[in-house]
């Protein structure tokens, strides 16, 4: 049986008795460009000390081992397709494996692509939390550092990176072998490779005497729409701000970023060799909102630098200690540090609705998490190690103060660095420096789930109390918090005064004369869903977008969402609210979050009778909302977006839709090859597209993104053939890469056609357990989510989870995650009133 499921206890019983000093990893890869060829020769040499065990296993997922060879003695092959079992050790062992490892399609561990547009190869690494042993043999945990070697043998011009600068290379006909320098001790999932004919652009950073070369690639199809001057802009800006921070220079030597094809997530830290999705090259117009966010997310990947990869956490409990750190980092030094300094509003406005939706979910768990194993580990990269850890590090900022704070960070990395640590190593260090006992908040805050909720009530005497109220809670949470108060003035709000203060309990009485908008939680310095009093709801229904401040204007969107999620403000009333303020809002990243929140409130929150109608309601507000838009500006493109996506749920503006793809947009809007595609992804939906359609747009899009846009298109034509057609390939086209098989779910779920899948819901709670046993963690994931029934009960799925007790728990938490989603959606629309 394939035990690839490393357990916490297991793997803290090796590292108890193995100590890895050295690790060389030599690969081939001149086969990549042969589209047949699968797999890849790779050779792992260890050095490693035992004290006090003769066996252990080492960590692999291949396609075959080869030849284990320890202390020069050939041994047999002792492998269950996920470890290798290594007898006969000594105290000090060098152990050699020759293997070949199997090319990626899923975007786990060696990718391989194939572009398209000129025929090139691409590959890149992405392991976190655990595939680097699909490409070497490794002791694949967190503290079990070691210095890396890599020996990477490609095919000549092809750009080869790894984490440090190449130290010799050789060059050979029609292939190239290179030897990178050794690295410093990291753990395995933080190592990469790429290689391929990237488009490269170099630059520098110096500081002193220390002078990194800096490196920007991407695919050569994509290089001319590649923002390199402003991405080396960022960088530069995020070096100077860490290492004034930290105190501690940058470790790695140099520090290439690459974009690349098919990635799973938005980047990885790898030290030397960042890798990013290439979702943040936009091929034509993009919104100050977009580089906004990925300057915050180079600069999350950055503070990784330090936080992760020079102090790692010991084992994946502790993952918030560099996720949560870099998520915080990412935001502060984007509003420090570089021209986006509604870096925090955005926080508000996105990051902490990600929190907070799930901190609500029955499967929600502290900052610092029980995680027993890898599939465990895997999916708590969420919503709370990143964005909820993220305020509760601005909120223990605003209670031990940003001096105390950072210089806590600098003593951290001065007295860890290459180790591994835990929460208590933290505590100590940030309770020194800050001469507070931090034990009772860490217990509050990062060891506890749930979030509370804020409001205010008027007592019999007329005297205010601010009640925090969090039914997951046994005890209430401290909160240092601002109350901003807000008057109306010739119909705008204007603050008229911020009042600070600490609560510790259920009611605090507070002295607050009255406001037209009282906004708890002003500067948004805490986590907590703040509750507006009906008549702070009336003024801003009547002023919200006359509101200065984009920080305070996001804090109030997210209250009116927070609410409309909850039930407790109609649905109705939200989306009037948007139709009111939301063209008016300047700040294009609250614009672009509150955009999405109304088009998911119509799609699961309309009950079924008022469906149809808030669908076309909200379609007409893009639409004229779009037309009165600045011509070019941010705005407007983001409308346009709006008004394709609300075109794929009603067909009314159908005619619009078509005049703009042939060439009749409004003044200004630029018509992208993406935008294009949403346009007639939507005319495809709902029936206005024909195959042959497609097919034309593709060919004039014949790119990887035209290709994986056509298959979504074509995928989401409204007849029951087609839908079938979807179901089958997504279940069983092992071919379908990660993009290939999000396309085909997108399809399927399109234009929330419930008339067409209803049928197969059934079979999905047949299905869930096979796949994933079957599939990778990263393919069964997206195949349980995406293709959950949004059934109008609950019996399906209640069913399965009681027959199904025995089922692996992170399949458990997916499907009761789903449940609870549909749960609130039915609740909701409950609510809602006649």
């Not at 490409?135 to 440090?164: I, R």
């Not at 850890?389 to 601005?394: D, E, I, N, Q, Y």
């Not at 079979?763 to 046993?773: L, M, V």
């Amino acid at each position: 049986m394939t035990s690839a499921n490393l357990t916490r206890d297991e793997t803290a019983a090796r590292s108890a008795s193995i100590t890895v000093h050295r690790v060389r990893v030599e690969l081939d890869l001149t086969g990549a460009p042969e589209h047949a060829r699968t797999g890849f020769p790779t050779v792992t040499t260890l050095e490693f000390t035992a004290d006090g065990t003769q066996e252990t296993w080492i960590d692999f997922i291949g396609e075959r081992v080869e030849r284990v060879v320890v202390n020069g003695d050939d041994r047999p092959v002792q492998y269950d397709g996920a470890r290798i079992t290594v007898e006969g050790l000594a105290a000090e062992n060098t152990v050699r494996i020759e293997a070949v490892g199997a090319y990626s399609r899923s975007g786990e561990g060696l990718h391989r692509f194939h572009d398209p547009v000129d025929g090139e190869t691409y590959l890149y690494t992405q392991y976190e939390p655990a595939d680097s042993r699909r490409v070497m043999a490794c002791f694949e945990q967190p503290d079990m550092k070691a210095s890396y070697t890599f020996d990477v043998t490609a095919p000549a011009g092809w750009q080869v990176l790894s984490n440090q600068a190449p130290a010799e290379v050789f060059e050979g006909i029609g292939m190239q072998r290179i030897e990178f320098a050794p690295t410093l001790p990291i753990s395995s999932y933080i190592t990469a490779v790429a290689a391929g004919p990237y488009a490269r652009i170099d630059g520098e950073w110096s500081r002193g005497d220390q002078h990194i070369a800096l490196g920007v690639l991407c695919r050569a199809s994509l290089a001319e729409h590649l923002e390199a001057d402003e991405i080396l802009e960022v960088t530069r800006q995020g070096l100077d701000f860490f290492t004034d921070a930290f105190a501690y220079p940058y470790p790695w030597g140099k520090y290439d970023q690459i974009f690349v094809p098919e990635y799973n997530l938005g980047a990885m830290e790898n030290p030397g060799l960042v890798t990013f999705t290439e979702a943040y090259i936009t091929r034509g117009a993009a919104t100050d909102a977009q580089r906004g966010g990925r300057a915050n997310t180079i600069l999350h990947e950055m503070a990784h630098m330090w936080f992760g990869d020079l102090v790692t956490m010991r084992w994946w409990d502790d993952l918030w200690l560099k996720e949560s750190f870099a998520d915080y980092m990412g935001t502060h030094a984007s509003a420090a540090a570089t021209r986006f300094t509604d870096a925090w509003a955005r926080f508000a406005n996105q990051r902490k609705a990600w929190a907070y939706q799930q901190d609500q979910l029955p499967s929600t768990h502290p900052i610092v998490a029980d995680i027993p194993d890898l599939e465990a580990a895997k999916l708590n990269f969420d919503g709370i190690t990143y964005a909820k850890g993220a305020s509760v590090l601005k909120q223990l900022v605003a209670f031990v103060g940003e001096d105390a704070f950072f210089e806590g960070a600098r003593r951290y990395f001065a007295e860890h660095a290459f180790g591994n640590t835990t929460l208590d190593d933290l505590l100590t260090t940030l309770a020194d420096v800050s001469d507070s006992d931090l034990r009772a908040w860490a217990q509050a805050w990062l060891q506890t789930s749930g979030v509370s909720s804020l409001w205010l009530e008027k007592a019999a005497d007329g005297r205010r109390v601010l009640v925090q109220h969090d039914p997951t809670q046994q005890a209430p949470r401290p909160h240092r918090l601002r109350i901003g108060l807000y008057d109306l003035h010739e119909g705008r709000l204007v603050l008229r005064e911020k009042i600070e203060l600490g609560i510790d309990q259920e009611r605090t009485e507070v002295d607050l004369p009255d406001a037209d908008l009282v906004l708890i939680n002003d500067d948004d310095l805490t986590y907590a869903k703040a509750r507006l009093d009906e008549t702070s709801l009336a003024s801003v229904t009547q002023a919200l977008s006359t509101l200065d401040d984009a920080l305070v204007r996001g804090l109030v969107w997210s209250s009116l969402w927070n609410a409309t999620r909850d039930g407790e403000l109609a649905t109705t009333r939200f989306l009037d609210i948007v139709r009111r303020h939301a063209p008016g809002e300047t700040s294009i990243g609250l614009l672009t979050g509150v955009l999405a929140n109304a088009a998911f409130a119509v799609a699961h929150y309309t009950t079924d009778g008022t469906r149809a109608a808030e669908r076309a309601s909200w379609l007409e507000t893009t639409w004229s909302a779009l037309q009165g838009a600045d011509p070019g500006s941010d705005a407007q493109l983001a409308w346009a977006r709006a008004f394709a996506t609300a075109s794929a749920y009603d067909d009314s503006r159908a005619t619009e839709v078509r005049a703009i793809l042939d060439g009749n947009a409004p003044t200004g809007l630029p018509i992208d090859a993406d935008l294009r595609w949403m346009l007639l992804t939507a005319l495809a939906t709902t029936g206005h597209a024909d195959a042959e359609t497609i097919a034309a747009e593709h060919a004039r899009d014949d790119t990887a993104t035209g290709r994986t846009a056509e298959l979504r298109a074509l995928a989401s034509r409204p007849t029951e053939a087609v839908r079938a057609e979807d179901w089958h390939a997504a279940w069983t086209d092992v071919t379908l890469s990660n993009d290939h098989l999000d396309a085909v779910i997108g399809g399927f779920r399109a234009g929330g056609r419930r008339d067409l899948i209803a049928g197969f819901d059934d079979e999905y709670f047949s299905r869930i357990r096979s796949a994933w046993a079957e599939r990778s963690i990263e393919l069964a994931q997206r195949l349980v989510v995406g293709l959950f029934p949004a059934a109008d009960d609950l019996t399906a799925v209640d069913a399965w989870l009681a027959a199904n007790d025995d089922a692996p728990a992170a399949l458990r938490r997916l499907v009761i995650e789903q449940r609870d989603h549909l749960a609130r959606d039915l609740r909701v629309r409950a609510a809602q009133p006649a």
